[in-house]
């Protein structure tokens, strides 16, 4: 069966150190990957997308890892601070119009 | 305004009530979307219009009707409602050519609860 993980439990982290949450999926092929940003009682906010072909993608504190052997994406924040508290959801892009969503990994970063 | 503006932001109905739930995108994007979230589930796609028409119905119930009168506009009439329908409902739109990456811009989403 189709399958989208991400770690169901919370993910609780000292301020400062590297947060890495992790997208696992199955019997998907997907062009591209994303990584959205929800808090509570919001809409996900888009962050970063990394395409099959590429293997690292990086923007400011972030990094994005897409292994399509291993159909893994990880999803790191250094030098994490408590407003990077929330919940991150992954999603698969399959071009056109057809995203799937996991359900997300909720963060929280203590000071 | 800039963004994806929603109203209301919270809705209280019953279950024989008539309500309808409003989206706008002020992006010029061709795409729009309504998802639901249910708690600690991950977002469900609803529909899709482009340009206008509707390009995808994923098995909703018809008491979900989904109105896009103009790319900017997207209306979810809601009628005969059940409590499990309680959820967050998100509209989105998305710049979408050539089957290339789909980032999403969501609205805030409306609160909705059904009694």
């Known amino acids: 069966s189709q399958k989208i993980e991400q770690n169901s439990e919370a993910l609780n982290i000292q301020e400062g150190k590297t947060a890495t949450l992790t997208c696992n999926y199955t019997?998907?092929?997907?062009?591209?990957l994303q990584w959205y940003r929800q808090d509570p009682g919001r809409g996900p906010v888009f962050l970063l997308l990394?395409?099959?072909?590429?293997k690292e993608k990086r923007k400011e504190r972030l990094k994005v890892t897409f292994d399509t052997t291993l159909k893994q994406s990880l999803f790191h924040i250094t030098a994490s601070q408590p407003a990077d508290s929330a919940t991150y959801l992954c999603?698969?892009?399959?071009?056109?119009?057809?995203?799937?969503f996991g359900a997300g990994t909720r963060l929280f970063v203590k000071a | 305004e800039t963004g994806v503006t929603q109203t209301p932001r919270h809705l209280v109905m019953g279950m024989t009530n008539k309500k309808s739930l409003k989206c706008e995108q002020h992006?010029?994007?061709?795409?729009m979307y309504w998802y639901k979230q249910s708690a600690k589930k991950p977002l469900e796609l609803m529909f899709v219009?482009?340009?206008?028409?509707?390009?995808e119905n994923n098995s909703v119930p018809s008491r979900f009707s989904p109105e896009c009168p103009n790319s900017s506009h997207l209306f979810l009439h809601l009628h005969t409602l059940q409590p499990e329908d309680s959820a967050l409902y998100l509209c989105?739109?998305?710049?979408?050519?050539?089957?290339?990456?789909?980032?999403?811009?969501f609205g805030p989403g409306t609160r909705l609860t059904v009694l």
């Open positions: 989105a739109s998305s710049q979408v050519k050539d089957y290339r990456d789909n980032e999403q811009f």
């Open positions: 019997n998907y092929s997907p062009a591209y």
């Open positions: 990394i395409r099959e072909n590429e």
């Open positions: 999603a698969l892009d399959f071009g056109g119009f057809k995203t799937i």
């Open positions: 992006l010029g994007h061709n795409a």
């Open positions: 219009y482009n340009f206008k028409e509707q390009t």
